[in-house]
């Protein structure tokens, strides 16, 4: 039978998360920017945390796809520009006018290959401080890889902001970016993120060794 924690009390939008399937590798987080309020529990998370640094804060930077959503919201929310992280190939400009983080391998490289992301290079300068955020952090990969991007520019990345960063222990990417940068990521519980994996390979009919159950 599948026992599904308790959300913590503070922060019930993660309820919004649909964890029924996790068809192609991943949750379907549409519906989770679809129910009202979700959005803006997360956005005054992220707010919350950052209140202390925001004032010096120049720009958020958001990810493609959905960490558009979670960056334009900050944007409007706190009145600092959205600088959006496009998918590779999607920026009309040419290669001297855009930046990219060059090819990186992914939670999904097995069904999509590589992928990059690219920045507008006027969008940013030496000594910016920005706030990254996305809506999920898996491995860790695309986040690090736009982190290294901006320092690589001479950006200062004082903050990440996520629904979910991976567990300890799950992505040396991931516990990277939880030790080495100010994070907030409102799903990052050890044991809750334990149980949904283990509800998401019984769903999946995976067989565990015993010592490896969580
Ligand atoms: O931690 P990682 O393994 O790097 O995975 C996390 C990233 O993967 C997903 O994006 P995806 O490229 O699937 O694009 P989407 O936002 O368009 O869904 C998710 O939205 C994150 O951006
Ligand atoms: N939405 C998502 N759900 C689960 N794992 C993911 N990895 C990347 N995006 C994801």
Known sequence: MTTTPPDPPHRPY?????RTDRKKGR??????????GALDGLLCDIVGHFSGKLP???AIVGLDALGFVVAGGLSALTGKPAILA????????ADE???????FADYAVGREGAKALEIRRDLVRQGM???????????????????????????????????????????????????????FAANRSDEVQAQ?????EDRA??????????
Do not use: C, N
């Open 14 to 18: 993660l309820g919004a998360i649909d």
């Open 27 to 36: 949750y379907e987080l549409t519906s989770f920017f679809a129910t009202p």
């Open 86 to 93: 496009r998918k590779g190939g999607k920026l009309a400009l």
């Open 205 to 214: 009919g995976v067989t565990r060794p015993a010592s490896s159950a969580a």
């Open 97 to 103: 006018d855009k930046a990219s983080t060059g090819a």
């Open 129 to 183: 401080r920005v706030i990254v955020v996305d809506e999920w952090i898996d491995t860790g990969t695309q986040m690090t890889a736009v982190v290294r991007l901006l320092e690589s520019l001479g950006t200062e990345v004082v903050g990440i902001g996520t629904l979910h960063l991976s567990r300890s222990g799950r992505s040396a990417a991931a516990d990277a970016l939880w030790r080495d940068y100010d994070v």
């Open 56 to 58: 010096r804060v120049d």
């Open 196 to 200: 949904y994996e283990k509800e998401d």
